[in-house]
Nanobody, 121 residues
């Protein structure tokens, strides 16, 4: 079982930056794909960025390409989401998630508790 704990959310002005962190614990993290999701009020949860623990080509949703970067520090078992040039529409509750590389969907994966990102205009 994988446990995920996020941190790093907060209030930032538009154009600013934040770095979210997700500390992962569990066996064989190398078998997992790590992702960051977000959910704004009244909207569906969306996948923002994802990358396998072995750091192959990352996925980014179109609206964050060029502004967000997903990375990890294996020594700290931590996955990061560096967010730059933040926009008010980036405001949401951000979740860290993990799924087995062999799984096609995230439905059977593991989730953190979420960290709130607020962007003021």
């Amino acid at each position: 079982q994988v446990q995920l704990v996020e941190s790093g959310g907060g209030l930032v002005q538009a154009g600013g930056s934040l770095r979210l962190s997700c500390v992962a614990s569990g066996p064989t993290l190398s078998r997992y794909t790590m992702g960051w999701f977000r959910q704004a009020p009244g909207k569906e949860r969306e996948l923002v960025a994802a990358r396998t623990w072995s750091l192959d080509i990352p996925y980014y949703t179109d609206s964050v390409k060029g502004r967000f970067t997903i990375s990890r520090d294996s020594a700290k078992n931590t996955v990061y989401l560096q967010m730059s040039t933040l926009k008010p529409e980036d405001a949401a509750l951000y979740y860290c998630a993990a799924k087995m590389n062999s799984e096609a969907t995230w439905s059977g994966g593991y989730w953190g508790q979420g960290t709130q990102v607020t962007v003021s205009s």
